[in-house]
């Protein structure tokens, strides 16, 4: 079951990525943290799930400690929000609050506050369909922001193909015009993007 809140964190790293995932890795984690690394640019993105704002607390000292450690390896400073869980058209694995996949596709949007409700309606009907008539993707988990300066929508896709056989999904022609319809009533000009990882594992 998804927990209440969601930790995101994002570390820039530019050319040395390989030393600040090594860094990283190096490091204590949150229970339940899984750590990703960019496909389309180099960054180290950590999702952490979280029961509460209280147990943000206890990761304060550890968030200095790394930020000392990193300092030499990364190009721009820590990106960190905090996300509150609202649906999951397609929910993650008995017992798991996180995709168990390989990969995972974040999928933010700005939504006009005055629309903000009749786009959870719609939604449902239109991007949700694809998303559950879609095999390829495995996990999908919608929030919204809590504690963040990139306000929004936030989807976490979870997939095991390769990219290319996962984003057709949302290339098509049907996408295309829901996606249209979007930005022409619900979306604003700022916050749109899609972001691939690949999930870091023991020995990669």
């Known amino acids: ?84 869980f609202v649906e999951a058209p397609k929910p993650a694995p008995v017992g798991a609050a996180l995709p168990d996949t390989p990969y995972v596709q974040l999928r933010h949007v700005e939504v006009k506050p005055r629309v903000h409700e009749e786009y959870l309606d719609w939604r449902d009907g239109t991007i949700f369909d694809v998303v559950r008539t879609t095999e390829q993707v495995e996990t999908f988990l919608a929030y919204h922001s809590l504690l963040s300066t990139e306000p929004g929508v936030m989807f976490v896709s ?15 022609e049907r996408y295309g015009e829901i996606a249209r319809y979007a930005h022409a009533r619900f979306v604003t000009e700022e916050g749109l993007y899609t972001r691939l990882y690949r999930r870091v594992t023991e020995d990669a």
């Open 1 to 84: 079951m998804s927990s209440a809140l969601l930790l995101l964190t994002e570390l820039p790293v530019g050319e040395r990525v390989d030393e600040a995932l090594a860094a990283w890795r190096d490091r204590p984690t949150a229970p339940g943290s899984v750590l990703y690394r960019g496909l389309e640019a180099p960054t180290l993105l950590e999702l952490t799930p979280l029961d509460g704002l209280d147990a943000l607390a206890g990761l304060d000292e550890q968030w200095s400690r790394q930020a000392k450690e990193l300092a030499e390896l990364v190009v721009g400073d820590v990106r960190r929000q905090v996300l509150r």
């Open 158 to 172: 979870g997939f095991s193909c390769d990219p290319e056989e996962y984003l057709p999904a949302f290339s098509s």
